[in-house]
């Protein structure tokens, strides 16, 4: 099993790009979070998804949209890049919402000048 | 809203034990987990403990729980360099709500 993959590892954009980041897991797992890691912030869920043609904003969902068409793969997307996006993120997976373990990509360095 | 505090930076001698705490504010969190975050990595979970649990041992870890001040710890006993890592804890109530990390360095 591959676990948790990420697709790119690392972007660079200027700002007002757009760009997709691509979410895949194996595990068969209904729930699927992308993530934004930021230094001394911790990490802040942008959006997460239940099931598949499900998604719900997290705790910072602006300039961020989602998808899951499959159940397999969630993406993310930027429609126009800012600098404040830079950043590096994390998509991650779990059997259940609560009290479930959550698997972690390898996460994608993402860099808006 | 609900928040997750943890001291940025922790310094310890190879050998030596590291504890590094958290506190939370959502009483109706029902899971707390440690996880562990290496250099150019994702995270990954070390371990966990269940809110009606106050200690929870494994190999070399040791949780520690105290509900009533909802504050959490990780012991690593024997600390090796292969620790060196940035460890995050995180509650899970209504959401999983995770703290800013601890970055543990560890010095031969």
């Known amino acids: 099993n591959a676990g948790v993959t990420q697709t790119p590892k690392f972007r660079v954009l200027k700002t007002g790009q757009s760009m997709t980041l691509l979410c895949a897991q194996d595990?068969?797992?209904?729930?699927m979070y992308w993530y934004r890691q930021d230094p001394g912030m911790g990490l802040r869920l942008i959006h997460y998804?239940?099931?598949?043609?499900?998604?719900a904003k997290g705790e910072v969902p602006d300039g961020y949209n989602v998808s899951r068409l499959k159940k397999q793969n969630f993406l993310l997307g930027l429609e126009s890049a800012a600098p404040s996006q830079t950043s590096v993120y994390f998509c991650?997976?779990?059997?259940?919402?609560?009290?479930?373990?959550?698997?972690f990509g390898p996460g994608t360095r993402l860099t808006v000048l | 809203g609900e928040d997750v505090e943890q001291s940025l930076f922790l310094s310890v001698r190879e050998g030596d034990s590291s504890v590094i705490n958290c506190t939370y504010t959502?009483?109706?969190?029902?899971?707390l987990y440690w996880y562990k975050q290496e250099p150019g990595a994702g995270l990954q979970l070390l371990t966990y403990?269940?809110?009606?649990?106050d200690m929870k041992q494994d190999q070399r870890l040791t949780v520690l729980l105290n509900k009533k001040d909802k504050h959490l710890s990780l012991r690593i006993a024997d600390t090796q360099t292969g620790d060196s890592a940035i460890y995050f804890c995180?509650?899970?109530?209504?959401?999983?709500?995770f703290g800013q990390g601890t970055e543990l360095s560890v010095k031969p």
């Open positions: 403990i269940f809110s009606n649990m």
């Open positions: 595990m068969n797992h209904e729930y």
């Open positions: 998804s239940v099931g598949e043609g499900t998604t």
């Open positions: 995180a509650a899970q109530g209504g959401k999983l709500i």
């Open positions: 991650a997976s779990s059997h259940q919402t609560s009290g479930g373990e959550q698997f």
């Open positions: 959502d009483s109706s969190s029902t899971y």
